[in-house]
């Protein structure tokens, strides 16, 4: 049994992650220890916040008086952490007002939905519309200028916002399945939001609740230094600003350490909030987050061996790298092959063989962090892994081009569909509108669309996966290519609905001789539309030739085991002849044979060394040493 | 019926005139499913295909309280389903999902995922479970479906969509229940992968005697796996019958045309498909009829004015089974020797 990885990776809680980051721990480290301060005031405050001494106003700082002294001769430094003991206190209990009120109804209106949470939202509505500030100025007057009664009130205030998204995580986390599977299997729904929605919420909430944390800050500080706090002598930070203010023609000094505090402060509490966002995004993508450059590009050494042979395309010893998280690893390793005018390549393998690299290298369209390491891609006499990348872009789209398995993902949701084709033609051929409308109009009935003149005023998203997938071959023929990349083009349809573009396919193929190149994993759609195979395994192309060949004996253990492993290969209700493991992730592959642990041929020979393409004919190739033995079974 | 030795407390699981509704916007609805019956016999395994937005999967979910009901009953033994939600629902029918991505708590490890629902039921039941006693009910869970012990201590991200898969099946399967409904299980997996857990969920089936409804778009997949078909097209169920019947002799022309469609592994029975296909030369797509019509009348090659203007109603064909067509009987004769079995398995159908 293989595992996706060896090593078995913890996953990391968010403490440990935020705190695994330079930002994280300077910022918490910074908190903690303003906290801690502040806490111990009264321990470590080196002297009497009240105290005044009249002879020693408005000092800079001193050995005796380490943050100077004020107007009235106190100790800066003291009242900063006495004052900084009340705005924490307040501070918690805005916090803790408002997780109290936006975490229980977050989740419950997120998961609950229905009634209830309209009737939630309505209020919250209400709730955001209500000026602020204004009820904090009469709650102050309520409550005899008291802090913590304002900072409850804000809480409780702000908690809509919190609780609007605490709501839209988990209204996403609702949608997935194994929530669903929890229910089937008798949870309640206590246990379900203990259990599996609130722990996706933590991430949000700590982000929620640091961000409030700084504004809350900014708040009291500016309800202090109005003087609608709790009056002097009290020490409070928005006091001390406000002093500062009035002195400051005399000693601008003073407002450095209260105006500094507040601002690293609430500066600390965003750079974490935002640290826990990054690092919590972070653990449902298993990238890491990585920043990836572009792996090595390969010297460039003497010319490329002339291309044997006049075919259209020759992939010869094609090899591709990828940078990632644990280093350069080769996703192809010499992968070769030929195509002709007319004929159509299926190239078939398990996912994670490598079809879809091949099909991108052809085109020059590797993700930023791969690259060419080796051979060469000759298309019509030219090596295109030496071509620049204008001259790629020349190519593609006119020359060659590319279907994908998805096609809505290619059309601009925001475009009609005929002007987009249209935009398409008109940068091929220099053309008037009225010509491009014609040629688009020719285009989609080429392509079989029902309506044209209906179709092109339509949007994406008004049409079918099918018709989608019409308008993508329509784009990709505007140019009359030579040759068609095909990457999985039907295996997101339906069978009626494949079996239309399949048929198309072939009719097209069939008026305007070009070539195609198709990835699938689905041998009905070999037998039904290609010319010749490819079957690619961990990398490599392990056996190669015209379909009638393939299907009548499977050269390699590997061909053989993928066609047995079909249901329509084995008796109704029986096991299926199943390939056991899976394909070794890139570079994790056995020395040797790269099948070699799952292949019911191998030998001890096979571990020996890399296994050489052997010609079996004119026209076949097999990446097997004993690959007489397959043939010699019935 | 296949009867397995372990299948006495098993029961049917019968749905009765179906209708789900899905709200879009204020006051108006779609309807997904529209009057759909069907049964799982105790111990059977019953295939559900059709293509995407047929409703199979709003069937599936209703069957698992997760749709709205606008009408119809759906039961389990005895026990009425329509309202059922959460614990006191029956956990004898579990299920397993398409996407084995979204199916697993990526914040949790395997073992905790097995453990909970055995936890909850002993709460539940007021029965008491060691710790110890859990864990080996785990491990055993793992081991039946091929994955070493070691599993439980990781994390869903350590592991492949196959292996997700497995992890799914185990957890569906941790409270032993009698039925399990697999929507699209194997349909994102690869031919390799596919076939392990088609021949894992087939050895359940047969030596638990555990039920399934196999939901799928997949006709070759289908017909390995089920003993009924049931084939549903915009909400409707089209044809059902025995499988070897369903796949072997279609009555029904949109059943016809799914088995058409699909390409075969092998080049001469496909060159016989698609020339069978191109000669029942298909009407170019038309608006898909409304209200009291057959549902399949704008792509059936065969349609009659008769067909725009009354639905047709499931009855009993002439071969066996159920048909929902005007013309049931009436087609040309049915002749696709690839879809004629492989080899004896012993098991014979009445086809003329
Ligand atoms: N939650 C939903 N809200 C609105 N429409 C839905 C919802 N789920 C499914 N549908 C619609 O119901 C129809 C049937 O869907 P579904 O049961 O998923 O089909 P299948 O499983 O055969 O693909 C489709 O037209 C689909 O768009
Ligand atoms: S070389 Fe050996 S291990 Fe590799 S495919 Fe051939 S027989 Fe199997
Ligand atoms: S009722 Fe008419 S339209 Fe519908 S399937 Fe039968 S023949 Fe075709
Ligand atoms: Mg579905």
Redesign the pocket.
Known sequence: MTTATDVPVRRRGVLRAVLATARGRITAGFLLLLFACCLLAPVIAPADPLHQNLQEILRTPSGAHWLGTDSLGRDVLSRLLYGGRSSIVGILEGVAAQLVVAVPLGVATGYLGGRFDRFVMRLADIVMSVPVIVILLAILAIFDHSIAAAMITLGVLGASGMMRIIRGTAMTVRQELYVSAAELLGLSRTQIIFRHILPRCRGVIIVQTSLFAALAIGIQTGLTFLGLGPPPPAATWGGMVNEAATTLSTQPWLLAPSGGLIALTVLALGVLGDTVRDVTAQNHTSSGGLRVKPARRRPDVAQAPVPEGTALLSVRDLSVSFLTPRGEVEVLTGVGFDLDAGQTLGLVGESGSGKSVTARAVLGLLEANGAVTGGSVIFDGRDLTRATRRQLAALRGTRIALISQEPMVALDPSFRIGSQLSEIVRSHARLSREAARRRVLELMEMVELPDPEEMAKRYPFQISGGMAQRVAIAAALAGSPDLLIADEPTTALDVTVQADVLALLRRLQRETGMAVLLVTHDWGVVADICTHVAVMYAGQVVEQAPVEQVFGAPAHPYTAALMASSPEKAPRRTPIDAIAGAVPPPGAHPDGCRFRDRCALSAAECADDDIPLVRLNEERVSRCIRTELLQAQP | MKGTATAEEAAELTVSDLV?D???GRRRH?R??DGVSLSVPAGRAVGLV????????????AVLGM?PLSAGRITYGTTVLNDLRGPARPQDIQVVFQDPYSSLDPTKTIGYTLQEPLRAHCARTGRSLSAAARDELVRAMLAKVGLPAGTAERYPAQFSGGQRQRISIARALILQPRLLIC??AVSALDLSIQAQILNLLLELHLELGLSLLF?T?DLSVVNHVAEDLVV?FR?RVMESGSAELVYRQPQHPYTRQLVMSAPMQDLEAQRARRERREALALPPARQAPLGEACPFAHRCPFAVDRCRSERPLLRSAPLGGQVACHLAGELPPWSDEHTQPREATGSTTSCP
């Open positions: 789900v899905y709200p879009i779609r997904a499913v059709g293509e995407s937005g047929s409703g199979k999967s709003s069937v599936a979910k749709a929507d699209e939901i778009h549903m909400g």
